[in-house]
């Protein structure tokens, strides 16, 4: 146990997790009144906000934040920031032209009114993409708790915006209103490294900024995009089988489960990626590394699952309402799969970094497959919505340990091809 919770990762875990924590427990403690604020249909057009930004958000830095903490030097992190900025908000306006496009065509139906909701939609994506590419500046200079008080903030603005908001109108463009104003405040709270740094690094062009690191956007980039449409599939295919209201109850079973979800894998997986490239420079184990998080996200998700899963069950009609009983199972199902996929979701940039970025785009395009065709054919022949739920978990499961496996075989090469790494890990 000592080896897995060593001083210096648990101290930075321990620091981005308490911000985590904090913000995530103020959007679990308003959940109940959420539940009695808007109806489940509500979370259908909030469901397809967050699929569609979360689809473009992925490619807003053409995963250049993957490269900030593994750079050769301060001067080409800080201009990876920089195009990373510029690269977003190319994206979030693409976001909007086609965001607008689809929703006046028909092809997703939302109630909020087209035009504002694809203008949000924009503004998300700027802002996450933004916040990622400040976020690994900030993992590569240290600066963990500058990122915990950010997702503080951003977690207590959300809770707090969506409840606001929502007292003055309920209507479904609220909880996307209250979702933007905590992005906001996330970014606003972490951008002095990045004022800093503009004072004492020189500005580098563009094309030969990306130029050093062209496998990040020509691999990384759309496999983090299929990637996402992999992660988002059930929200726009659901949609196509069923009613906006059960989407609206896996949107809110998917949301609560992302919460913790996101607290682990997301938490470990940029620590981890901060300690990988320090392993890669030094020449040191990056099999203890990977290993040490692999371990410390299985105690943590598997812990957390045996205890939520009773507990959704006896508590859940009580504390979320009647009208919600349904979506109990669907959150029951997702924590199992939650199980598999924290773990390996907090290692899953080995590949990456290990320049495997091929292998990456080969399983995200194994796992798109696989989900879309499990929520498809269980859709087409059965109209049991939890059915169809357990085959897409049932399917995510497998790809998940597809996934372990490439992961192993590419740390196992590293080894392999490099003798002084090779020593290093059997010690």
């Known amino acids: 146990m000592k080896a897995v919770m060593a001083a210096p990762a648990l101290k930075r875990v321990g620091t981005l997790m308490g911000g985590t924590v904090l913000g995530q427990l103020a959007v679990f403690a308003v959940t109940p009144i959420l539940t ?87 503004i998300s994506v700027l802002l996450i993409g933004a916040f990622q590419a400040i976020s690994a500046l900030q993992v590569r200079h240290d600066g963990y708790s500058v990122i915990a008080r950010a997702k503080a903030a951003q977690g207590g603005v959300l809770a707090f915006g969506q409840v606001a908001i929502g007292f003055l109108f309920s209507a479904p463009i609220a909880l996307v209103m209250g979702d933007v104003c905590s992005r906001i405040a996330g970014l606003s709270s972490s951008l002095n490294l990045y004022r800093r740094e503009t004072k004492v690094q020189s500005v580098q062009n563009n094309l030969v900024v990306l130029s050093n690191y062209l496998n990040f956007p020509k691999f990384s980039a759309p496999a983090a995009l299929i990637n996402s449409l992999g992660t988002q599939a059930p929200i726009f295919l659901l949609g196509i089988f069923f009613t906006p209201s059960s989407v609206g109850f896996y949107v809110f079973a998917n949301r609560l489960i992302a919460i913790p979800v996101s607290l682990i894998a997301t938490t470990l997986g940029q620590v981890f990626l901060g300690e990988l490239g320090k392993a890669l420079s030094s020449g040191s184990s990056i099999f203890t590394v990977v290993s040490r998080y692999f371990r410390i996200s299985i105690l943590l998700v598997i812990c957390f699952s045996l205890v939520s899963i009773p507990l959704n069950t006896l508590l859940s009609p009580f504390i979320l309402g009647d009208k919600w009983r349904a979506s109990i199972p669907i959150i029951n199902a997702l924590l199992i799969m939650a199980i598999f996929q924290v773990p390996i979701s907090t290692i899953s940039q080995t590949l990456n970094s290990l320049g495997r970025n091929s292998w990456q785009l080969a399983w995200d395009i194994i796992r798109i497959v696989l989900v879309t065709a499990a929520i498809s054919f269980s859709s087409i022949f059965s109209k049991n919505l939890n059915l169809v739920i357990y085959v897409y978990v049932t399917a995510s499961i497998v790809a998940y340990i597809i996934l372990l496996g490439l992961i192993y075989s590419s740390v196992k090469r590293h080894i392999v091809l490099d003798p002084s790494r090779s020593e290093a890990s059997r010690k």
């Open 36 to 122: 009695r604020l808007y109806a489940p249909e509500a979370f259908n057009d909030f469901g397809i906000y967050l699929a569609i930004s979360g689809v473009f958000s992925v490619i807003a830095t053409l995963r250049l934040e993957a490269a900030i903490p593994i750079a050769r030097d301060n001067a080409d992190a800080f201009n990876l920031t920089r195009v990373a900025f510029k690269t977003s908000c190319v994206i979030a306006i693409l976001a909007i032209m086609l965001t607008f496009y689809v929703l006046s065509t028909g092809f997703l139906v939302v109630k909020s009114n087209p035009l504002i909701f694809s203008l949000l939609v924009g």
